[in-house]
């Protein structure tokens, strides 16, 4: 007689040959910046921590005058803290993913300041492992201080639009998500990112935290996907690959055993037809 283990092996390989298995749910939050400023080749010991805007410009950049700018970098700093407390709180401890990460300003494609350049072009967002930056004191002359070629690791190359009046559009830039970005944000910790020029004519101007009014402040913009209690490796997906510690571990049993779907202390028929439930329930609801 065929085993109970084999019969369950045969349905589940059958089924997963029609579709992959369910996402667990998704959230979606934002957190505006912490701290934010630009600082410039051509004012190589000021501070501009406190201004309305923010900047990546080239070396040969220009402002709405046609007067050179002078190469131009900025520094962004967002806190986790409240976010991934929200998601362990509501969801319980880590038992979520981060599964897209972005960032999020609004352009001033004609800023009337002069410091500013203006024009479209490639920059470069790095996430780096320094957050001990200050937004008040942070410099040209400084920031060498701040950046590490070992620690910091480029997560997207992008083009600004070139439009916008400080209102609108939002402009979105989705960014890589390496493990070490992704572990400083589960653990609630601060996290900063380097914008600098590739192109020497960029000039890419945006609100920094500091504009007034009601014109957006920039964000960062993260999708978690919580995990389903199928989704027994954490991976945000029900597929193969938890059917498998199922049948690594069938009649395993233990207060923390994996494949214990249904948490009864034994891996079996019961947490099979657990992953079952969440296919059929998955499959109703995107028909």
Sequence with gaps: MMSMKYYFYCMVTMMLLVCNISKGAIVVFQSTAKADTYVQQNSPDENSGTKGALSVAGSEALNLSGQPVGKTDTFLMFNMASEVAYMDASFGSQNW?????????????????????????????????????????????????????????????????????????????????????VDDIRDGNDISFYLSALDTSIGFTFNSKEITG????????????????????????????????????????????????????????????????????WLDSNL
């Design 97 to 181: 993913i981060i599964q897209e990460i972005s960032l999020h300003f609004v352009e001033q494609s004609a800023p009337s300041n002069s410091r500013f350049g203006i024009g479209k072009g490639h920059f470069e967002v790095r996430w780096i492992a320094a957050d001990d930056w200050s937004e008040t004191s942070l410099t040209w002359n400084t920031k060498d201080n701040y950046l590490g070629k070992d620690t910091d690791i480029p997560v997207g190359v992008f083009d600004n639009l070139f439009c916008g009046d400080a209102y609108i559009p939002t402009q979105r830039f989705t960014l890589k998500t390496p493990k070490s970005m």
């Design 214 to 281: 009601t014109r957006p402040h920039p964000y960062i913009e993260l999708t978690a996907i919580v995990y389903d209690d199928a989704d027994l490796n954490h991976d945000g997906y029900i597929n193969f690959s938890d059917y498998e510690i199922i049948f690594k571990n069938w009649n395993s049993t233990g207060p923390e055993v994996d494949g214990d779907v249904n948490k009864d202390g034994i891996v079996d028929n019961k947490d099979m037809n657990g992953l079952l439930k969440f296919w059929e329930y």
